[in-house]
């Protein structure tokens, strides 16, 4: 079966309130990062404010943003997004050459915009400016909020092992759920930029991107792997899974925090978009 050359670095948990998704993640039993301010640049290479603050739940290989945009006046990117509802409307997909992906996405004839490079401050570990080059993906092919191809150009100061340890035993991201309503169109736009087609899983579709997945499922899909779960609107990053090294240490570091958790589907556990950020959250232990 044909590999996509792409996967899922990470996905972005969008809020107003800059301090609601560190409460609500540290009591899910994630080591959340400082928060810092994110900075564009002008034409004149000045760092201007963007109007979003974020930080980070870090795996070895993906990670978590937690991200808020407090002035809906701002211009951001994301307000498309947030004037909807609150909750996961990031997925950026990980490649390990952001430029061959941006011709392979021409190719296929999926809108993409200018390649660009970035710049994040990091202040844990061995520290310093984290560099990525990236460049977004249009909303016709990757409908469910803003989707993104990123290149890390320095991978050692993102994923530093200073920040693996997280007290509910959370080791990556293995999974994405996007709730939409028309399940094989919406498959048949994700299968034009991941360059491979889905296949048919227990709640609708399945793309393998190698270290993780990403899931299609219409509402009943959806309803059926987390019943009486919140949807807060479709189309749209409803679910994600994160793998857990041991689930019981996972469920007593969810109960001492008042965290309501429920039995999911092959031996998981999951907590409602309430205690999330807005979407469903699953711990599966791997």
């Not at 999911?264 to 999330?276: E, Q, V």
Request: charged share 20%; with cysteine.
């Amino acid at each position: 079966m044909p590999q996509s050359n792409l996967r899922i670095d990470h996905i972005g948990i969008a809020s107003r309130d800059i301090h609601a998704n560190q409460n609500a993640f540290e009591a899910l039993g994630f080591f959340v990062t400082e928060l810092k301010p994110l900075l564009g640049r002008d034409d004149d290479g000045n760092s201007i404010s963007l109007g979003q603050w974020s930080q980070h739940c870090v795996f070895p290989q993906s990670y978590l943003e937690l991200t808020a945009v407090p002035d809906p006046n701002t211009g951001n990117h994301l307000e498309p997004y947030l004037s909807r509802f609150e909750g996961c409307h990031i997925l950026a997909l990980g490649s390990n050459d952001a430029q061959d992906a941006l011709k392979s996405c021409e190719a296929a004839g999926v809108f993409a915009g200018e390649l660009r490079t970035s710049a994040r401050e990091i202040t844990y570990g061995v520290g310093g400016d984290a560099l990525f080059k990236w460049f977004e993906v249009g909303a016709a092919d990757a409908p469910g909020g803003f989707t993104c191809v990123v290149e890390h150009v320095t991978p050692e100061l993102v994923f530093d092992d200073a920040v693996f340890h997280h007290p509910n035993g959370a080791t990556g991201l293995i999974d994405v759920t996007l709730c939409a309503e028309d399940l094989s169109g919406v498959g048949e736009r994700y299968a034009k930029l991941f360059g491979i087609a889905p296949v048919p899983s227990e709640w609708g579709l399945e793309f393998d991107l190698g270290q993780n997945c990403m899931g299609v499922a219409d509402r009943s899909g959806f309803e059926r792997r987390y019943p009486n779960a919140e949807l807060r609107g479709e189309p749209s990053f409803a679910a994600f899974t994160i793998s857990v090294a041991n689930l019981k240490i996972t469920k007593t570091v969810l109960a001492e925090n008042d965290v309501t958790f429920y039995p999911g589907a092959n031996g998981t556990i999951w907590g409602a978009p309430a205690s999330a950020g807005g979407a469903v959250i699953e711990f599966r232990e791997v």
